[in-house]
C-alpha cells in the first residue's frame, strides 16, 4: 500500500492505493481469550435485562456488523430450529466471539437488533488503553425483573405469577434462549468468562415492564447480591450500573430509590446512567434509536470508567469528549476501481472490509478530508469501506461496484 499526493483540491486530494490486497489478511489484534489469556487486562461487564438491554427495535447499519477482535462476547444463548425450543440446536453456547451487532442473539428464531453493548465496548477501548473488554449478554424484551430471580424466575415461566402477569412473548424467549432460567444462564457464563478474565462490573436496563411495582427495588437489590455470591465476587469491586428508559416511557421512581443514600433500598457502588434526553422510536415510544443506542453506550462507558478511576485502576485520560460529532463520508465513483471520497471531518484512517467481517486492508493517512481509494481489479469485490475521523468517530459505505460503474 502506498499513499500518493496530488496537487488538486488545494492539496487536500490524495490517493489511497489499495495495491496487492491480500484478500483475507488482517492488521488488526485479533486477540484470543482461549489461547492468549491476559486476566489481568480483559475486563468483563455483564449486560442483562429487558428489550433496551437486548437490542429490539433499531436495526444494525453495515459499519455495525463489523466484528471488533479487540471486543469479545461470550456467547451466551441456544439457537433452536423452532421457536418451542425443539429440533436441531446449533448453538456455540460458550465460545467466544468477536462482538458485532446485533450483539445479544444472532439465532435463527427470535434474533435480537442494534444493542449499546459494541458501543459501549469501544468506548472503553478508547477510554482504558491497553485493555481488552468481554461481555456475557443475556436478555428478554418485555421481561419484569422477577424472571432474573433465582427464587422466582420458575412461578414466571410457569405463568403463576401475578401482579403484573408474565409476559408471554418473554417466558417464549427465555426458554428457547436460556433454556427457561437466564439467570442460571448468566452465572454459568460469567464463571467461564472469569477464567479469561476478570469482572468489573454488571449493566442492568430493566425497568419498563414493572419498575413501577413497590417489590422492584428490593428485587433489584437481590438480583445483584445474588450475582455478586454466585460468582464469589464482591459488591466494592463490581458496580451495578444500569439506564434510564426513554422519555417516551417516563422516568421511574423506584430507579432514584435504590442509588440514593438512606433510602432503604439503597445499594452502595450502584449508578445510574441518564437516557430521559436521548431520541426515541416515536411509534412504540419505549426503545431508543440507533443513535440513542449508540450515545447510550457511550454513557455508561463514561460512567463504568469512572469507576474504574476510583478502583485505581482506570484511564484518568479521556482521549476525546463523550459525545462528538458523527463524521459522514460520501463515496463518488471515478471509474477502474477509483474511488473519491469526501469526508466532513479529517480522516486518520481507512480500512476495507468483506461483506462476511474479515479486515482485507487498513492504513492510516494524515488528518484528510479527501481521500482517493483505488482498488486493482485482480482484488475487486463487494467490500465495506469503514473510515476513521480524527475525533475518534467513524462511518462505513458499503461498496459494490468497483470497475464498470
Known amino acids: 500500500m502506498s499513499i500518493t499526493s496530488h496537487n488538486q483540491h488545494l492539496g487536500l486530494l490524495f490517493a489511497v492505493l489499495l495495491i496487492g490486497l491480500p484478500i483475507g489478511a488482517t492488521e488488526f489484534d485479533d486477540w484470543d481469550p482461549i489461547t492468549q489469556i491476559q486476566k489481568e487486562n480483559f475486563y468483563i461487564y455483564i449486560v442483562f435485562g429487558q428489550s433496551n438491554a437486548e437490542g429490539f427495535a433499531a436495526q ?12 469479545k462476547n461470550l456467547i451466551a444463548y441456544d439457537n433452536y430450529e423452532n421457536e418451542d425450543a425443539t429440533g436441531a440446536n446449533d448453538s456455540h453456547l460458550g465460545e467466544w466471539e468477536s462482538v458485532s451487532e446485533p450483539n445479544c442473539r444472532k439465532s435463527k428464531r427470535f434474533p435480537t437488533a442494534f444493542s449499546w453493548v459494541k458501543a459501549f465496548g469501544e468506548e472503553m477501548l478508547a477510554r482504558n488503553p491497553g485493555k481488552k473488554f468481554g ?20 412461578a414466571y415461566m410457569d405463568g403463576t405469577q401475578t401482579n403484573p402477569a408474565p409476559d408471554a412473548n ?30 468489573k462490573g454488571i449493566l442492568m436496563h430493566q425497568g ?59 445499594i452502595p457502588n450502584c449508578y445510574k446512567v441518564e437516557a430521559l434526553d436521548l431520541p426515541y422510536i416515536p411509534d412504540n415510544k419505549l426503545h431508543f434509536t440507533r443513535e440513542g443506542y449508540m450515545e447510550l453506550g457511550k454513557r455508561y462507558a463514561g460512567k463504568a470508567t469512572e469507576r474504574l478511576i476510583a478502583a485505581g485502576i482506570g484511564s484518568i485520560t479521556v482521549p476525546y469528549p463523550l ?39 487498513e492504513k492510516d493517512i494524515a488528518s484528510l478530508s479527501e481521500v482517493e481509494i483505488k482498488v486493482p481489479a485482480a482484488h475487486a469485490q463487494p467490500m465495506i469501506m469503514e473510515f476513521h475521523a480524527a475525533n475518534g468517530s467513524k462511518s462505513a459505505v458499503k461498496v459494490f461496484h468497483l470497475y464498470g460503474w
Open 60 to 71: 444494525p447499519l453495515y459499519e455495525d456488523r463489523i466484528p471488533n477482535p479487540n471486543l
Open 135 to 154: 461481555f456475557v449478554h443475556v436478555a428478554v424484551a418485555s421481561a419484569g425483573i422477577r424472571l432474573f430471580d433465582k427464587s422466582l424466575y420458575a
Open 170 to 199: 418473554a417466558r417464549k424467549k427465555a426458554k428457547y434462549a436460556y433454556g427457561g432460567n437466564p439467570y442460571q444462564r448468566i452465572i454459568d457464563m460469567a464463571k467461564i468468562a472469569q477464567q479469561y478474565g476478570t469482572i
Open 323 to 361: 459525545s462528538r460529532e458523527q463524521v459522514v463520508v460520501t463515496i463518488k465513483s471515478m471509474g477502474n476501481g477509483l474511488m473519491e471520497a469526501q469526508s466532513t471531518l479529517p480522516l486518520v484512517k481507512v480500512k476495507a472490509y468483506s461483506l462476511d467481517g474479515a479486515c482485507l486492508e
Open 208 to 266: 419498563e415492564a414493572d419498575g413501577w411495582k413497590p417489590f422492584w427495588p428490593s428485587e433489584v437489590k437481590k438480583v445483584y447480591k445474588d450475582m455478586l455470591k454466585d460468582l464469589s465476587l464482591k459488591a466494592s469491586d463490581v458496580p451495578l450500573i444500569f439506564g434510564e428508559p426513554t422519555a417516551g416511557n417516563g422516568p421511574i421512581a423506584n430507579q432514584d430509590a435504590i442509588v440514593t443514600e438512606g433510602n432503604t433500598y439503597y
